[in-house]
């Protein structure tokens, strides 16, 4: 028998300490709830775990992001909404007053009310809000900058999801009057001139016009009956003889040359009358004509597409008409942007749906690798805790051995 080493002593004290650091970490898991705690649990779990818990970050923000994109996509939609039904309005109004029933008094009524509704959808497109965002204010959607947001194009970047390329792009579009007529009048006089042997138009003009003889919208031939015969009628009505050989040719590189016009001119003041007709002639080969009464640089708003009563003597239900035609043409421009607006907040609403359920099914993932599973850890926990219990009482046990050496010193 020996006193200096107790060896059973020893083994019970290392069981002892073994069964209490797993009785600790057993605490420890039951406690947190997860069986990783630091990365001496499970070093490639833990990595794992962390790449998985940054994606679901990711994956829950971008649902919220998504969210939000619909918020600003319903704020334009409850706009358009409205912008609509007064382009509604308009038609009734317009239809209204092309009936032969109406003075000019009461076309003058009918008209106030047409600007009054333009004025609204003016200030409805420049003051719809969203975070200091103008989604459909003025310019919002041209390239040189907006005044109305921060001095930059509209062009907003939705992050839809935790990586780089998870984007959706929405555009802010130009809702005001001048913006829902913009794709109307496509070929504009604006950057004509007419001369004694030349009708001169810029490059915009006339690549814009080449574009609708291309897709067959516009018949050259036919465009150049039309502005010969415009020159004519007006002439006829002003007392001037057209010269037999005068005629308008369109190229179908959308290039407008006159021949045979000098004697068209040769009376000053309907030269003048005829020069301005053979622009608004011209101005309408895109099938859009604007009143006489507001000529191309009077209005730059849009209110030149709306207008109904003239003080020229054209013949307003012909204006009325037009006016029909033109307001059908703005709700096809707004119906257009309403559309993309209702398919990007559909895309959206599907997204948010694979994002919920990619996020639930990585965390459950992450939850089989980082989460305490409770009854088994209980059971462990119940047979370190007996066996704590076991080896203590054995330490003392094995601590009173030693007392037979005693007995043989007596």
Request: aromatic share 2%.
């Amino acid at each position: 028998m020996v006193i200096q080493h107790n060896i059973p002593a020893t083994n019970a004290y290392r069981n002892l300490t073994s069964n209490r650091s797993g009785l600790s970490k057993n605490l420890e898991k039951l406690s947190s709830g997860f069986r990783i705690n630091r990365a001496a649990d499970d070093a490639a779990g833990l990595a794992i775990s962390e790449a998985m818990r940054s994606k679901i970050n990711g994956l829950d923000q971008a649902t919220a992001n998504a969210n939000d994109a619909i918020g600003l996509i319903q704020t334009e939609e409850g706009a358009l909404t409205e912008t609509h039904s007064m382009l509604q309005r308009m038609t009734t109004l317009a239809t209204q007053a092309a009936n032969g029933t109406y003075n000019s008094t009461s076309r003058a009524s009918i008209q106030k009310e047409m600007d009054e509704l333009g004025n609204e959808i003016d200030r409805i497109a420049n003051n719809t809000d969203y975070n200091g965002i103008k989604p459909l204010a003025e310019d919002s959607n041209k390239a040189t900058g907006s005044t109305d947001n921060n001095g930059k194009p509209l062009n907003m970047t939705m992050q839809i999801g935790p990586t780089k390329g998870e984007v959706l792009d929405l555009k802010g579009q130009d809702m005001t009057l001048k913006g829902i007529f913009s794709d109307l009048d496509t070929v504009s006089s604006s950057g004509a001139s007419v001369s004694n042997t030349a009708l001169t138009a810029d490059a915009t003009a006339t690549a814009a016009l080449k574009k609708l003889i291309d897709d067959k919208k516009v018949d050259k031939d036919q465009a150049g009956k039309d502005l010969t015969n415009a020159v004519k009628d007006v002439a006829t009505r002003n007392g001037v003889k057209v010269n037999s050989s005068f005629a308008v040719k369109v190229s179908s590189q959308g290039v407008v040359s006159i021949e045979g016009a000098g004697s068209v001119f040769t009376n000053a003041d309907a030269g003048a009358t005829i020069k301005a007709a053979l622009l608004d002639a011209y101005d309408s080969l895109d099938g859009v004509q604007k009143s006489n009464e507001y000529p191309e640089n009077a209005h730059t708003d849009g209110k030149e597409y709306i207008q109904i009563t003239s003080k020229s003597g054209e013949d307003v239900t012909a204006n009325a008409n037009r006016v029909v035609k033109n307001i059908q043409s703005a709700i096809d421009h707004v119906s257009s942007y309403r559309a993309e607006l209702g398919a990007k907040q559909n895309r959206l609403e599907h997204t948010i749906n694979n994002l919920q359920v990619t996020s639930e099914n990585t965390t459950a993932a992450e939850s089989r690798i980082r989460d305490t599973d409770m009854a088994k850890e209980m059971a462990a926990y119940t047979k370190n805790n007996i066996l704590s219990q076991a080896a203590q009482s054995m330490l003392a046990q094995a601590n009173q051995s030693g007392q037979g050496v005693l007995s043989l010193l007596q």
